[in-house]
């Protein structure tokens, strides 16, 4: 929305922006709100194109340890009898936020995996890799440590 906002404006024409709202019919609506557009003044535009850059999501990836918890195995068993493959996590992120992401796993960090996700007090791993930033799931490749976090 930031970066459509944005799109308006003309520097060579300096313009603003004037924004009107329609309401539904079926819901009732304040008096004062009814037709009243909303001005965005040229000075405002810097700002928008400012906050669109900040919410545009990097597409570069992200080698970092990180903690999550286990949230789905999906291996299957190997030649040797271990199991191994796909595991869903739910990474924690520095700002508080969780995403989702699938990582491929080897037999030993398919076993440690599976005691996190048995234990019974939602259990941490702190895994190290590259996180390939896009739709959720995302992905992380690269896996160089994968162990169950000290509680």
């Avoid at 909303?38 to 080698?63: C, G, H, M, T």
């Avoid at 291996?75 to 969780?98: A, D, K, M, N, Y």
Wanted: charged share 25%.
């Amino acid at each position: 929305m930031c970066n459509a906002i944005a799109s308006f404006y003309s520097e060579r024409l300096g313009n603003s922006l004037e924004i009107k709202n329609e309401w539904s019919l079926l819901k009732p609506v304040n008096d004062q709100l009814l037709n009243k557009p909303n001005l965005i003044q040229q000075e405002y535009f810097p700002r928008f194109e400012e906050v669109a850059r900040e919410l545009k999501p990097s597409d570069d990836p992200i080698v970092d340890t990180f903690y999550a918890t286990v949230e789905e195995l999906s291996g299957e068993v190997g030649s040797h009898g271990e199991r191994s493959g796909e595991v869903l996590l739910h990474l924690l992120l520095p700002q508080g936020e969780q995403i989702k992401v699938r990582v491929n796993l080897d037999a030993t960090q398919y076993q440690k995996a599976d005691r996190a996700h048995m234990a019974a007090h939602n259990a941490y791993v702190k895994v190290k890799g590259k996180l390939l930033q896009g739709k959720q799931p995302q992905r992380l490749t690269e896996v160089s440590e994968f162990e169950l976090a000290e509680s």
